[in-house]
Nanobody
Framework: QVRLVESGGDLVQPGGSLRLACTAS????????MGWHREGPGKGRELVAR???????TYADSMEGRFTISIDYAKFTVYLQMNNLKPDDTAVYLC????????????????WGQGTQVTVSA
């Protein structure tokens, strides 16, 4: 019923920047927040950042200062601006939509995208 599509992943050199985007579509009336997680090689899934529908962000401690999350709620689209990228940032970045409500007021489980690959390497 809900589909999330990420874009913007790429190969970038250390110190470079990327901007990821994720749009949620489908049977959505409202949602509480959208966010980004990542899964690096041999690592578990970790939160990168999350932002509410009102634009209040939360960052993982290691991400704040280099990453900026923003949302265009009217388009159900979340962005992640990543600056000064490091090899340790190499990961699949996955988008999440939280507390989705349909037009018929049905509450849906949180939705996930398929992910976009970010590789930071010289």
């Amino acid at each position: 019923q809900v589909r999330l599509v990420e874009s913007g992943g790429d190969l970038v050199q250390p110190g470079g920047s990327l901007r990821l985007a994720c749009t949620a579509s489908g049977n959505i009336y409202s949602l509480y927040a959208m966010g980004w997680h990542r899964e690096g090689p041999g690592k578990g899934r970790e939160l990168v950042a999350r932002i509410t529908s009102l634009g209040v962000p939360t960052y993982a401690d290691s991400m704040e200062g280099r990453f900026t999350i923003s949302i265009d709620y009217a388009k159900f689209t979340v962005y992640l601006q990543m600056n000064n990228l490091k090899p340790d940032d190499t990961a699949v970045y996955l988008c999440q939509a939280l507390s989705i409500v349909t037009p018929t007021m049905q509450h849906l489980p949180d939705a996930w995208g398929q992910g976009t690959q970010v590789t930071v390497s010289a």
